[in-house]
Nanobody
Framework: VQLVESGGDSVQAGGSLRLSCAIS????????MRWYREAPGKQRELVAR????????RYADSVKGRFTISRDNSARSLYLQMNNSQPEDTAAYYC?????????WGLGTQVIVSS
């Protein structure tokens, strides 16, 4: 399984970005998926997660109401819509997917939000 993120960019506060994560390989082994982020000097944190069917989503309090996680299983893709971005959202964003058997990580995409 390979996960490849894209869509990271520089944006001004209040702006929007859409991150994507392309999934290849044995996609049948991918159940739940998640977005994490890691800011300089900080621990990696869970941003959002989604179940295999795309109906059950959960968010960190810091992004609730601003970010939306979604997936298109037919397109083998995971998305993170980031609205009303804030400087504290600046981080490398990683997608993660798998099951209790194994979890897979992408290499990340950089988001910079300037004030």
């Amino acid at each position: 399984v390979q996960l490849v993120e894209s869509g990271g960019d520089s944006v001004q506060a209040g702006g929007s970005l859409r991150l994507s994560c392309a999934i290849s390989g044995d996609t049948d082994s991918i159940n739940g998926m998640r977005w994490y982020r890691e800011a300089p000097g900080k621990q990696r944190e869970l941003v959002a997660r989604i179940d295999k069917g795309g109906r059950d989503t959960r968010y960190a309090d810091s992004v609730k109401g601003r970010f939306t996680i979604s997936r298109d299983n037919s397109a083998r893709s995971l998305y993170l819509q980031m609205n009303n971005s804030q400087p504290e959202d600046t981080a490398a964003y990683y997608c993660m997917g798998g099951s209790e058997v194994a979890w897979y990580w992408g290499l990340g995409t950089q988001v910079i939000v300037s004030s």
